[in-house]
């Protein structure tokens, strides 16, 4: 698909966030963005240049599966430590953003916006992982009901919750739906929704300050839940969902916008650690592309993954000519 633009619709103006202008006044929608939700680099649409997604710290519920027995999952506080480890991992994400591009003169001019999961220990976890950010630096915080914990149902009885996670297991972590609770299905669904307020957000221009700064966006939220981000986000299948490993207390993962006009888990991190974290070698590769600054049409975008679906796929018309003149020959025996 070509790099298109409509002139039916206003767009945000590049140069003043937050501020729709008619499309006649020379500002045009670009059709790429609206239909793939994805950027093209000559789009005047401003993204942040991160989104950032940080699991909470260790919380009591982690210490001792007992907690989840008197005290409801949304309750559940943050250990000493756990809190130790949100100071820490405010520190280094402080260090990421404020990093100097290669190449760049001096440090960027940078500012940070969060969600977070309504939850004690994710809230408690913001906390300490904004004390490493002077306040003109953040835009702004959001609670965000949808990027909550995966729902185990109400008070959770220890043994029965272990005999339910094993037979999670065999089930599969995807589909298998807690009784009086959620399947990491449902929280795609909801995940889904909260991506969609995610563009308007970005569309009207609630997350950025002026076109010379740089925005990003931190998700303080939960294991599953940002798995399932991830998986909503890079179109991964289920096969492929079941294979990550969970982040570990306030383990962050980096999607950067590379020059392309794609977020790529590669700009940051590294193979190895992508390799670590369960991507496939297919997983991995599609990240190296999308950190590449070369674009793929529309049509390319849809196949991603398309050996996922089809045993050995043909490469070209060829071999479907060789197939017909075949049938021919078979068919005149006949």
Not at 69 to 82: E, F, Q, S, V
Not at 264 to 290: C, F, N, Y
């Amino acid at each position: 698909m070509s790099h298109e633009h409509d002139t039916a619709r206003p767009v945000a103006s590049q140069g003043s966030p937050g501020r729709r202008v008619d499309a006649g006044a020379g500002v045009k929608e670009c059709r790429f963005c609206e239909m793939t939700r994805q950027h093209h680099p000559q789009c005047a649409r401003r993204l942040p240049k991160r989104i950032i997604l940080v699991r909470h710290g260790e919380s009591q519920g982690n210490l001792d599966m007992s907690a989840y027995t008197t005290t409801p999952d949304y309750r559940i506080p943050l250990t000493a430590l756990g809190a130790e480890q949100a100071r820490a991992a405010g520190r280094r994400i402080r260090d990421v953003v404020s990093s100097p591009a290669d190449g760049a003169a001096g440090p960027p001019n940078w500012k940070v916006y969060f969600y977070v999961s309504p939850y004690a220990r994710t809230r408690a976890t913001l906390r300490e992982i904004g004390r490493a950010f002077p306040r003109d630096r953040v835009i702004g915080v959001r609670e965000e009901c949808r990027v909550r914990e995966q729902d185990f149902g109400n008070f959770q009885v220890e043994e029965r919750m272990r005999a339910v996670k094993q037979t999670r297991q065999r089930f599969g972590r995807f589909f298998f739906r807690f009784p009086e609770g959620e399947s990491a299905a449902d929280v795609f669904d909801r995940v889904a929704s909260f991506l969609e307020s995610l563009w308007r957000d970005i569309d009207m221009g609630r997350l950025e300050q002026d076109s010379s700064c740089e925005t990003n966006l931190v998700i303080v939220s939960h294991g599953l839940t940002s798995r399932v981000f991830l998986m909503k986000w890079f179109k991964w299948t289920v096969d492929q969902f079941e294979r990550l490993n969970n982040f570990d207390n306030c383990e962050f993962r980096v999607m950067q916008l590379g020059p392309g006009g794609e977020y790529s888990l590669l700009v940051h991190h590294t193979k190895e650690e992508l390799e670590q974290w369960g991507l496939t070698p297919e997983m991995i590769a599609d990240q190296q592309w999308r950190a590449s600054a070369n674009r793929r049409s529309w049509a390319e975008e849809c196949s991603s993954f398309i050996t996922a679906f089809f045993d050995d796929p043909k490469d070209s018309s060829e071999s479907e000519d060789e197939e017909e003149e075949q049938n021919g020959k078979i068919k005149a025996l006949e």
